[in-house]
């Protein structure tokens, strides 16, 4: 399913946040939102997942207008994970991940075997399985994230949203997280700071700088040392990764560039 943000702009009392964003996501890629602290990546993610509507412009989903589409529609269609994601109640881990399937059910209608055996396959891709009868509440910061992820791909959405997802995770779990997306199915879009971990599982980047994009392309594309000085004020060498050839950044730590 393709996403696309048609000249997107989402302005708050009197602040443009977002300005004339246009992004193009075919069936099945992940494009990597990165930019500097607020230049505009999480707003733009919910105008895509529909917590903000646009001031202009249009989020089209294989064409169709989102805003078109009823809210359980839409929730069918696009699966989100956000940097605000909370459970309240102290929910099972079982019973969070279960949730993604609400959209699908009507009323206190039970899940089937075959949604149960996708809440049992999603959590063991996630590497939760342990903590299926854990109290949420209970959870280290990583263990949650991870228990989130799981309950939005639950939901077998077309697009999947995710808005820094390897926050709180170990090393381990951002690789095994990440490497995860490639092959999922989704188109994803998801809003990522490190920028090595971007270039390795995104297979395009959009670059926002004050609410604008300044760059898009393949990661070796977006990621010059040119881009990097001026939109991030960093001094980094970009050279491949041995194994991958994925572009990866070396950082100087030079106080003034």
């Given at each position: ?7 997107v702009t989402f302005s708050l009392d009197g602040k443009t946040l977002v300005r004339d ?12 939102l990165v930019g500097p602290n607020g230049s505009g990546k999480s707003t733009a993610l ?212």
């Open positions: 399913m393709e996403l696309t943000l048609d000249r964003l246009s992004l193009q996501a075919r069936s099945g890629q992940v494009i990597g919910r105008c895509v997942y529909r917590a903000l509507k646009p001031t202009c412009g249009t989020v089209l989903v294989d064409r169709l207008d989102l805003a078109s589409l009823t809210l359980r529609e839409s929730a069918r269609a696009v699966a989100a994970m956000t940097q605000d994601s909370t459970v309240e109640l102290d929910f099972t881990v079982e019973e969070v991940v279960a949730l993604g399937r609400a959209p699908h059910l009507r009323g206190n209608q039970n899940l089937s075997a075959r949604e149960r055996d996708l809440v049992t396959g999603t959590m063991a891709r996630l590497d939760i399985c342990h903590l299926a009868r854990r109290g949420i509440l209970t959870l280290s910061g990583g263990e949650r994230q991870r228990v989130l992820v799981a309950r939005a791909l639950v939901q077998e959405p077309k697009i999947l949203v995710l808005d820094e997802p390897t926050n709180h995770l170990d090393v381990r779990h951002q690789i095994e997280l990440l490497s995860l997306l490639r092959g999922l199915g989704p188109t994803v879009l998801v809003v990522l700071h490190d920028l090595n971990l971007a270039a390795a599982a995104c297979d395009r980047l959009a670059v926002l700088s004050h609410g604008r994009l300044v760059a898009s392309g393949t990661p070796e594309e977006a990621l010059t040392a040119e881009l990097l000085r001026e939109v991030f004020g960093v001094r980094a060498d970009v050279v491949r990764h041995p194994r991958t050839g994925d572009p990866q950044l070396l950082y100087a730590l030079i106080p003034h560039l």
